[in-house]
Antibody, heavy 121, light 107 residues
């Protein structure tokens, strides 16, 4: 069964950094683009970043552009999101999502259960 | 960015009722519109893709329609397990954007 499991969330101080990971299983990881989507407390879903199946192309929302790096390791079937200069508005549950496409991100047919990032001093 | 306006924000209906949620895009997105179901503490689930196509394994009581800027999501006969928040999402242009969600409950 295909599955995504996020990890790496936790409490971080404003201005700090964090690395989120997503372990993929049950499908050929390198064949699919992947994305991170977040949900701030009491708010809706927000697409944050995407990466092509090959890892050669990356995409970011303006809200995290310049502060975040998405990457993937197909040898370990792992997706990562490194975030720095964290702000209160980055506090959210971060979901890893598998795309239906291998290249340019399109939409998501498999999601993880999320990992919570709390930004507070 | 393309704005997605979803309504209503919350809804309560009886088991067996027909439920309809609407989503309006701020510009023409053709049929690049999906619907997801999200239950608390669980992974979001794709229900409808390309505005009207039912994802594999999703019950046929779920359906979608529309194109351009106006879209509709329907549950033909509400079941207790359908209690969740539902989101529309456009993928015509990055950044992909979601509606604000419709929280669906049972009366």
């Amino acid at each position: 069964e295909a599955q995504l499991v996020e990890s790496g969330g936790g409490l971080v101080q404003p201005g700090g950094s964090l690395r989120l990971s997503c372990a993929a299983s049950g499908f050929t990881f390198s064949n699919y683009a992947m994305s991170w989507v977040r949900q701030a407390p009491g708010r809706g879903l927000e697409w944050v970043s995407g990466i092509s199946g090959s890892g050669s192309s990356t995409y970011y929302a303006d809200s995290v552009q310049g502060r975040s790096t998405i990457s993937r390791d197909s040898s370990k079937n792992t997706l990562s999101l490194h975030m720095n200069s964290l702000r209160a508005e980055d506090e959210a549950v971060y979901y890893c999502a598998k795309d239906i496409n291998s290249g340019y991100p399109r939409y998501f047919d498999l999601w993880g259960r999320g990992t919570l990032v709390t930004v507070s001093s | 960015d393309i704005q997605m306006t979803q309504s209503p924000s919350s809804l309560s209906a009886s088991v067996g009722d027909r439920v309809t949620i609407t989503c309006q895009a701020s510009q023409d997105i053709s049929n690049y519109l999906n619907w997801y179901q999200h239950k608390p503490g669980k992974a979001p689930k794709l229900l409808i893709y390309d505005a009207s196509n039912l994802e594999r394994g999703v019950p046929s009581r779920f359906s979608g329609s529309g194109s351009g800027t106006d879209f509709t999501f329907t549950i033909s006969s509400l079941q207790p397990e359908d209690v969740a928040t539902y989101y529309c999402q456009q993928y015509d242009n990055l950044p992909y954007t979601f509606g604000q969600g419709t929280k669906l409950g049972i009366k």
